[in-house]
């Protein structure tokens, strides 16, 4: 299993522009997370979904931001427009929860920066 | 005041050291995560824990759920275990919530 994919690892974009990321998680994973991490505020939750449905965002900062899943296979993480403030790395995870069976996988993150 | 408080906050050590990482938490929770991120950003799941203790080479983890404190710790530690080691929690709102995370412990080893 390739683990966690999400593209692209950096993106630097200028302010007001659209940015988008991606993220493929592990097949059979039933859980899907969004974080960011900041040097001020560290790892945040922004939002989570469950069998594709989103579950909880109320960790996402505002309108500008939103998240979708269309499928088992794929999310999408979309600021617009895009703020130097946004500036962070954006980590997706993907977990199955049973009584024997966890795993919990980070993917790479992707590093946005916004000028 | 975050819900998940860990100490120290940096901690250098020489190798071989025994290593102990703290981590207090103030609600209820389902379960606690240890993380582990190293220099390059990647984040690895060491354990998941809701009670007890466990044990995997040379990491060992403990959680006191009545206390709410959790701790990590290292044997005979090495200049690779040297990273950013965050504890999460799992609040206790039923279902797999997104985890809240403390501010990390910054460890260095050196050799």
């Known amino acids: 299993d390739a683990g966690v994919i999400q593209s692209p690892r950096h993106e630097v974009t200028e302010m007001g522009q659209e940015v988008t990321l991606r993220c493929k998680p592990i097949?059979?994973?039933?859980?899907l997370f969004w974080y960011r991490q900041t040097m001020m505020r560290g790892l945040e939750l922004l939002i989570y979904f469950n069998n594709n449905v989103p579950i909880d965002d109320s960790g996402m900062p505002e309108d500008r931001f939103s998240a979708k899943m269309p499928n088992a296979s794929f999310s999408t993480l979309k600021i617009q427009p895009s703020e130097p403030r946004d500036s962070a790395v954006y980590f997706c995870?993907?977990?199955?929860?049973?009584?024997?069976?966890?795993?919990?996988?980070f993917g790479s993150g992707t590093r946005l920066t916004v000028v | 005041k975050n819900e998940v408080e860990q100490s120290p906050q940096n901690l250098t050590a020489q190798e071989g050291e025994f290593i102990t990482i703290n981590c207090s938490y103030s609600?209820?929770?389902?379960?606690l995560h240890w993380l582990q991120q190293h220099p390059g950003g990647g984040i690895v799941s060491l354990f998941m824990l809701s009670s007890g203790k466990k044990k995997h080479g040379r990491l060992i983890a403990t959680i006191n759920i009545q206390e709410k404190h959790s701790s990590l710790h290292i044997t005979a530690s090495h200049p690779r275990d040297s990273a950013v080691y965050i504890c999460?929690?799992?609040?206790?709102?039923?279902?797999?919530?997104?985890?809240?995370f403390g501010k990390g412990t910054h460890l260095i080893i050196q050799p």
């Open positions: 995870a993907s977990s199955t929860w049973t009584e024997v069976n966890y795993g919990y996988t």
């Open positions: 097949s059979g994973h039933d859980y």
């Open positions: 609600v209820g929770i389902s379960a």
């Open positions: 999460a929690v799992f609040l206790l709102r039923g279902g797999a919530d997104g985890l809240t």
